[in-house]
C-alpha cells in the first residue's frame, strides 16, 4: 500500500514555471510505476506524463511534450514533475498516480493509488 501526497501548484502566468512534487508513503516506492493526470473543470482526466519504476523510462501526452519533466528520487520517496512555457491550458487540478502494474502505463485505469490533487492555474 502506498499513499500518495502531491504539492507545488499555485498560480503562474503563462510562459512561467512550476515544479509539482508527489511524496508517497511506504518502503516499496521504488516498485511502483508513476503517473501524472490532470483533470481541467468539466473536462474527464487526462494522462500527463509517467515514468518506469527505475526512472529509465518515460511517456508524455503529445500536448506537454517538450515542456514538462517527469523524473523520480527514490531515496526520497517523491516523484515530480517539472512544468515550463505553461499556458492557459495547462489549467487543471493535477494528480500523481501509483501501480505495481505494467512497468510503465498511460491507461487511468492502470493506476490504483492516487493522491489527492494540487490545483494549477495559469493565467494569460
Known amino acids: 500500500q502506498v499513499q500518495l501526497v502531491e504539492s507545488g501548484g499555485g498560480l503562474v502566468q503563462a510562459g512561467g514555471s512550476l515544479r509539482l512534487s508527489c511524496a508517497a508513503s511506504?518502503?516499496?516506492?521504488?516498485?511502483?510505476?508513476m503517473g501524472w493526470f490532470r483533470q481541467a473543470p468539466g473536462k474527464e482526466r487526462e494522462f500527463v506524463a509517467s515514468i518506469r519504476w527505475n526512472g529509465d523510462t518515460t511517456y508524455y501526452a503529445d500536448s506537454v511534450k517538450g515542456r514538462f519533466t517527469i523524473s523520480r528520487d527514490n531515496a526520497k520517496n517523491t516523484v515530480y514533475l517539472l512544468m515550463n512555457s505553461l499556458k492557459p491550458e495547462d489549467t487543471a487540478v493535477y494528480y500523481c498516480?501509483?501501480?505495481?502494474?505494467?512497468?510503465?502505463?498511460?491507461?487511468?485505469?492502470?493506476?490504483?493509488?492516487w493522491g489527492q490533487g494540487t490545483q494549477v492555474t495559469v493565467s494569460s
Open positions: 498516480a501509483a501501480t505495481l502494474g505494467p512497468p510503465i502505463a498511460t491507461l487511468e485505469g492502470v493506476y490504483n493509488h
Open positions: 511506504g518502503r516499496t516506492f521504488s516498485n511502483y510505476a
